[in-house]
């Protein structure tokens, strides 16, 4: 099974910037539906964007539209996260999940995933 590896997160100042990106372990990624998901202690692991295989359909949660942008380099089995205009609400642990399911529009949901990440943790700072 494909094994999905987030890196890039780190501490950064409200209105700064990050780029996460998603690194798996095989080539089948490439068919895969990626999202990212982001979750603070206490409350629900939430969505933030999804991209389909080929990188043609994306989504975005309205709390981040505008600011983040999903992509994908298939070549390299990555799929990252450009986030901007940092807000302190966008502190979490923020983890990429994948879907073989490629015929399917990209979920917002949980369920829709069925390999994750280990997270990679997002501090944003006033």
């Known amino acids: 099974q494909v094994q999905l590896v987030e890196s890039g997160g780190g501490l950064a100042q409200s209105g700064g910037s990050l780029r996460l990106s998603c690194a798996a372990s095989?080539?089948?990624?490439?068919?895969?539906?990626v999202g990212w998901f982001r979750q603070v202690p206490g409350k629900e692991r939430e969505f933030v964007a999804a991209i389909s295989w080929n990188g043609e359909i994306t989504r975005y949660a309205d709390s981040v539209k505008d600011r983040f942008t999903i992509s994908r380099a298939n070549s390299r089995n990555t799929v990252n996260l450009q986030m901007n205009m940092l807000k302190l609400e966008d502190t979490g642990v923020y983890y990429c999940a994948g879907d073989d399911r490629a015929w399917r529009r990209p979920g917002s949901t949980t369920s829709d995933y069925d390999v994750w990440g280990q997270g990679t943790r997002v501090t944003v700072s006033s």
């Open positions: 095989e080539g089948s990624f490439r068919q895969y539906t």
